[in-house]
C-alpha cells in the first residue's frame, strides 16, 4: 500500500508541473492572439481596396495580363500553404494541409501540374515524409510575421507568375490559410490569388454602385505590372496574419483542454491516493490490534 501511495504522490506532483505549464502558455497564446487579431483587422481594408483597385484597371481596360487574364489553357498551377512551426494548436496544421490536399487533387484530376509552396516547419515536415516535392519553402515567422516576410514569399511566387509554362512558369496562383473568424472558429480555406476572378469581385460589391471611369497613364499594362507585387504581397500578408491569428486561438484552446484534463486527472489521483492511505492506516491498525490480541494471549498462557 505505501509503494502504491508514493505512486499516486509522483504522479500527481508531475501533473500539476504539467499543468503550470499548460496553463502559461494559455496565457501567452491569449496575449498573442488578441495583437494578431489587430493587425488582421489593420490589413484587410488595404488587402480589399488593392483588390478594388486591380478590379478597375482590370475592368477599365482590355490589356491581357496575368493578374487578370486566365489563360486558354492551363498547364501548371502554384499552391501556397500556410502552416506554423509549431505544433500544440489542436487540428490547426492537419485542417490546413488536408485543405492544401483535396485542392492539389481537384487541380490534378483537371489535368493540371501542381507546383507546392510552403509556409512553415509543419507544413513542410508532413510533405518531406511522404516525399512529395517542394519547390520552395519558409519558416521561423509564422507567430508574428511582417510585411517584409510577406515580399519574401510572394517574390518567387511572382517571377513563377510572370514566366511563360515552358520555362518552369505558372498559370495560376492558390493559397490555402486558416481563416480567422473567430476566437472559437478558425475555417482552413482555398483561394485562387492569380489570376483574379473579377466577376467575384464585381459580385461583392455594393449593389446600385456606379462604377467611375478611369484614364490610365501611361498605360493599363503599365498599372498592372506595377500592382501586380502589391496586389501578391498584400494577399499574402493578410493571410500570413489570419493564420497566426488562428494558430494562436487554436493554442489557447487547446491548452485550456490541458489546464481542465489535468486538472480532472489530479482530482481523481487524489482521491485514489486518499483510498490508499486510508486503506494502509486501516492495515496498520489492523496489525497492531491484531499483535496486541496475540501478545495478551501469549501473556495469558504464560500466566497458566
Known amino acids: 500500500m505505501g509503494a502504491q501511495l508514493r505512486v499516486y504522490k509522483r504522479r500527481i506532483r508531475s501533473v500539476t508541473a504539467t499543468k503550470k505549464i ?24 488595404y488587402a480589399t481596396e488593392l483588390t478594388r483597385a486591380v478590379t478597375a484597371v482590370g475592368t477599365g481596360s ?7 487574364t486566365q489563360a486558354e489553357t492551363v498547364v501548371r498551377s502554384a499552391v501556397l500553404l500556410l502552416t506554423s512551426d509549431r505544433g500544440l494548436a489542436g487540428a490547426f496544421n492537419a485542417n490546413a494541409i488536408k485543405a492544401a490536399e483535396k485542392l492539389t487533387e481537384r487541380l490534378e484530376a483537371e489535368g493540371k501540374q501542381v507546383d507546392t509552396y510552403i509556409v512553415g516547419r509543419r507544413g513542410l515536415a508532413h510533405y518531406n515524409f ?25 517574390g518567387p511566387l511572382i517571377e513563377a507568375i510572370e514566366k511563360e509554362t515552358a520555362d518552369g512558369g505558372v498559370d495560376e496562383l492558390h493559397i490555402v490559410y486558416t481563416e480567422f473568424i473567430s476566437m472559437m472558429t478558425q475555417t482552413a480555406i482555398d483561394s485562387r490569388l492569380l489570376p483574379l476572378s473579377l466577376e467575384e469581385v464585381a459580385e461583392e ?16 499594362e503599365d498599372v498592372l505590372d506595377a500592382l501586380l507585387p502589391r496586389y501578391v504581397e498584400s494577399r499574402i500578408y493578410n493571410a500570413l496574419l489570419q493564420s497566426a491569428a488562428s494558430k494562436h486561438a487554436a493554442t489557447r484552446r487547446a491548452m485550456k483542454s490541458a489546464t481542465d484534463n489535468a486538472g480532472e486527472l489530479i482530482t481523481t489521483l487524489s482521491r485514489l491516493a486518499n483510498a490508499a492511505r486510508q486503506a494502509e492506516i486501516t492495515q496498520e491498525i489492523s496489525e497492531i490490534v491484531g499483535g496486541s490480541a496475540a501478545l495478551a494471549d501469549a501473556t495469558a498462557g504464560s500466566d497458566r
Open 205 to 220: 460589391a455594393p449593389k446600385g454602385e456606379i462604377l467611375p471611369l478611369y484614364d490610365f497613364e501611361p498605360s493599363a
Open 130 to 154: 511522404r516525399e512529395r516535392k517542394v519547390v520552395e519553402s519558409w519558416s521561423g515567422f509564422t507567430d508574428e510575421p511582417t510585411y517584409a516576410d510577406a515580399k519574401q514569399v510572394a
Open 22 to 45: 499548460t496553463k502559461a502558455m494559455e496565457m501567452i497564446a491569449a496575449s498573442r492572439v488578441v495583437k494578431a487579431q489587430r493587425k488582421v483587422a489593420a490589413s484587410t481594408p
Open 62 to 68: 482590355n490589356t491581357k495580363h496575368p493578374l487578370t
